[in-house]
């Protein structure tokens, strides 16, 4: 279910979900590396001086990382006789909670895929989004077979 805001006196549909009071938004990335530098602009996380990586407070960051789009096929003695197909793509799940949601940063991070993003030219199935800076914001009203989600 879409989560809708008022920016600049409009109503913008965000491509992300709202369920509890906490906001769940689904994307992929070129690479980890990637999410993670747009992760630290938006702002999820914080970066010390050493490099290390902090997850603001509020903020659940789940790395899947590739995935599986269809497993393998084994024959009898367990070897592949079909290979799987993958997503090598780094897939990241994250949840936002109440009081980061309130201070607001996040909405112009995911505002720039709407006003600035394409359409993901290379979606799973019938995924829909749009793709900037090598990160696509995924609609999760469009997964058909969703991965760690909130119940």
Same mark, same amino acid.
């Given at each position: 279910?879409?989560?809708?805001?008022?920016?600049?006196?409009?109503?913008?549909?965000?491509?992300?979900?709202?369920?509890?009071?906490?906001?769940?938004?689904?994307?992929?990335?070129?690479?980890?590396?990637?999410?993670?530098?747009?992760?630290?602009?938006?702002?999820?996380?914080?970066? #010390? $001086?050493? %490099?290390?990586?902090?997850?603001?407070?509020?903020? *659940?960051?789940? =790395?899947?990382?590739?995935?599986? /789009?269809? !497993?393998?096929?084994? #024959? $009898?003695? %367990?070897?592949?006789?079909?290979?799987?197909?993958? *997503?090598?793509? =780094?897939?990241?799940?994250?949840? /936002?909670? !109440?009081?980061?949601?309130?201070?607001?940063?996040?909405?112009?991070?995911?505002?720039?895929?709407?006003?600035?993003?394409?359409?993901?030219?290379?979606?799973?199935?019938?995924?829909?989004?749009?793709?900037?800076?090598?990160?696509?914001?995924?609609?999760?009203?469009?997964?058909?077979?969703?991965?760690?989600?909130?119940?």
């Amino acid at each position: 279910m879409s989560y809708t805001v008022e920016i600049d006196g409009q109503e913008v549909t965000l491509p992300v979900s709202m369920r509890g009071g906490v906001l769940h938004v689904m994307l992929r990335a070129t690479d980890r590396a990637t999410f993670e530098a747009e992760a630290i602009k938006a702002p999820l996380v914080t970066q #010390d $001086e050493d %490099g290390t990586l902090r997850t603001l407070s509020g903020v *659940d960051i789940h =790395h899947i990382g590739p995935m599986v /789009l269809v !497993p393998a096929v084994l #024959d $009898e003695a %367990g070897e592949v006789v079909i290979p799987a197909v993958m *997503d090598t793509r =780094h897939h990241v799940n994250f949840w /936002l909670g !109440p009081r980061i949601i309130a201070y607001g940063v996040w909405v112009d991070w995911v505002q720039r895929w709407v006003s600035e993003g394409a359409p993901i030219n290379t979606p799973n199935k019938d995924e829909e989004g749009v793709s900037l800076s090598g990160i696509e914001l995924i609609d999760p009203d469009t997964i058909f077979t969703p991965s760690n989600v909130l119940a």
